[in-house]
């Protein structure tokens, strides 16, 4: 039953599953604050299709990932399907192409990391901080 369960994940144990500080970015106006908040520690947007398996499959692996201590950054999530407009604001305001998956950093007021899809990096964001 050992190899069994190797191969197909056959634990009883549960999994723990990571839970990250997310912040929900459903208004516009929470672009200004995390603009200014900018200047004290970096902010970070992941902007995610809920219908969209290439943007669960980044995301997983983001959330898998993601080692930057909450100290050091503020960690937003954007439903674009929900928050759309909100989506297309970000754009405007850091002037970044849309996305999707798309993570954002911005650090003084500055889109200073720019990543979608497979390329998304959680260590090129810490390099940055």
Wanted: glycine share 4%.
């Amino acid at each position: 039953m050992g190899l069994f369960n190797k191969i197909f994940g056959g634990s009883t144990e549960e999994k723990e599953e990571k839970v990250l500080p997310w912040i929900f970015l459903t208004s516009e106006s929470q672009l200004e604050e995390i603009k200014k908040k900018s200047f004290e520690k970096t902010q970070v947007i992941f902007k995610h299709s809920t219908r969209c398996s290439i943007s669960s499959v980044s995301m997983n692996k983001f959330v898998k990932n993601y080692n930057i201590p909450k100290e050091d950054a503020d960690l937003y999530y954007l439903d674009l399907l929900n928050y759309r407009s909100v989506s297309d604001e970000v754009g405007y305001k850091f002037q970044i192409m849309h996305q999707s998956p798309q993570v954002i950093a911005i650090k003084n007021g500055e889109a200073v990391y720019n990543a979608s899809h497979y390329a998304i990096q959680t260590e090129k964001i810490l390099e940055l901080i």
